[in-house]
């Protein structure tokens, strides 16, 4: 029988393997999986605490509801495809750990402190990362896994693609210009996040990826708009500091862009996705997807949009259900801290953004379906829901 000491070991051990996944999730999928699983562990058994599974009932219903519906249509769509055993394997090992994941970093970041922990390690282990993408983009090859820059031009640094990299950066830029609506910062905190917006921006403009652009400058205008107007100079300086520091590369991809070459082969095989999304509505099922396009798209591959290869694969309902899910969070944030100015409120704009960023960018790619980027999304997911559900402190300016 477990004693309540142990429980609280669990709870810290718990929180520990948090801040370590917020590092190296980031460094290969391997880890991503090892450190999650982990989490997973430590947290499943402080559950057995009726303590520690009160925090179930602070969550609100609405959104534990949708959760619960989008998780079971994921299994029902997938029991039913034409690969059910494949696929109910991915959506537990896959679609289920993330969901889980999401749990755990909401049950574990269960005080102030906590949090402001979690976003400190988080913000601070970037800089790894800023500095490997760096490096290769300098020397030619990345300092953790000596990979060289892809078609010797693009950075990675040990993410797969390049894209995959630039939506990694373009998601903790905007979590560190969001933390910056704290008020009061000292000058510490000052000049740690300065020289994050540099460094994260520097590294933002050499990956050339225009959808990791587009999703900055979205994120930045919704936190200048509904928080910080002051953050229009920011992006007003960012665009220019874009075209000043690296004319040839950003000149050649604004080209491709005017050119009609903006998107490749997407316009053709999302043509492709939503002829498959009409003829299953209900969904092809989880990790079906590369199996089935081929009959709309002999050239086979991904969607190359992360929302319609959901539409895809947990059909027209399921993408609904995970969008309402995650409107509901963004909502349930920006009401609750509309007039506060504590570092939680800043953490919970700064999260709400960086996700719509991420999403942004993912309506280019697949990036709900790697593994290193889909932790990072719902380990930020965990972190919004814990601060809906924290008590809030008014601290109007």
């Known amino acids: ?21 917020s590092v190296v999730a980031a460094i290969s999928p391997a880890l991503a ?31 534990l509801g949708l959760l619960l519906i989008f998780a079971l249509w994921g299994i ?54 800023a500095f490997d993408g760096a490096w290769q983009y300098i020397f030619g090859k990345d300092l953790l896994r000596g990979k060289p820059l892809l078609y010797g031009m693009y950075s990675t640094a ?22 910056r609506l704290k008020r009061q910062l000292s000058l510490r905190e000052n000049i740690f996040l300065t020289v994050h917006h540099v460094v994260f921006l520097l590294i933002l403009v050499f990956t050339f990826s225009r959808a990791a652009w587009l999703g900055a400058v979205i994120g930045l205008a919704g936190l200048a708009l509904w928080r910080e107007r002051k953050l229009s100079i920011f992006i007003a300086g960012g665009i220019g500091l874009l075209l000043l520091l690296s004319p040839t590369g950003v000149t050649f991809r604004f080209k491709e862009f005017f050119s009609g070459s903006w998107g490749g082969y997407r316009p053709e095989i999302w043509q492709a996705t939503l002829t498959m999304i009409h003829d299953q509505w209900w969904g092809v099922g989880i990790n079906n ?44 944030t920006l009401r609750k801290f509309y007039r506060d100015f504590s570092f939680e409120a800043a953490a919970g704009y700064a999260t709400v953004f960086a996700l719509v960023g991420f999403l942004v960018h993912a309506f280019f790619d697949n990036h709900l379906f790697n593994e290193q980027l889909a932790v990072l999304f ?20």
């Open 1 to 21: 029988m477990l004693n309540c000491m142990t429980f609280h070991a669990w709870d810290r051990l718990a929180f520990v393997f948090l801040l370590v996944l």
């Open 33 to 63: 999986e090892v450190g999650a699983v982990a989490l997973i562990v430590a947290w499943a058994v402080t559950q057995f605490s009726p303590a520690y599974r009160a925090f179930w009932k602070k969550i609100p219903v609405v959104l």
């Open 76 to 129: 029902g769509v997938s029991a039913l495809s034409q690969r059910p055993w494949d696929s109910l394997r991915h959506c537990a090992s896959k679609w289920g750990e993330w969901i889980v994941v999401m749990l755990a970093v909401c049950s574990t970041l269960s005080s102030k402190r906590r949090m402001r922990i979690f976003f400190i390690v988080l913000i601070a282990g970037s800089f790894l990362m």
């Open 158 to 179: 040990s993410f797969p693609y390049y894209t995959i990299y630039a939506c990694y950066v373009v998601t903790l830029f905007l979590i560190g210009v969001g933390l």
């Open 289 to 332: 997807f590369s199996h089935t396009i081929t009959r709309y798209y002999p050239s086979g591959g991904y969607a190359h949009n992360s929302l319609l290869q959901l539409a895809a694969e947990f059909g027209i309902p399921g993408v609904i259900l995970f969008l309402s899910l995650f409107l509901g969070i963004f909502i349930s």
């Open 378 to 397: 719902w380990m930020l997911s965990g972190s919004l829901l814990a601060i809906v559900i924290l008590p809030s402190n008014r601290s109007c300016p």
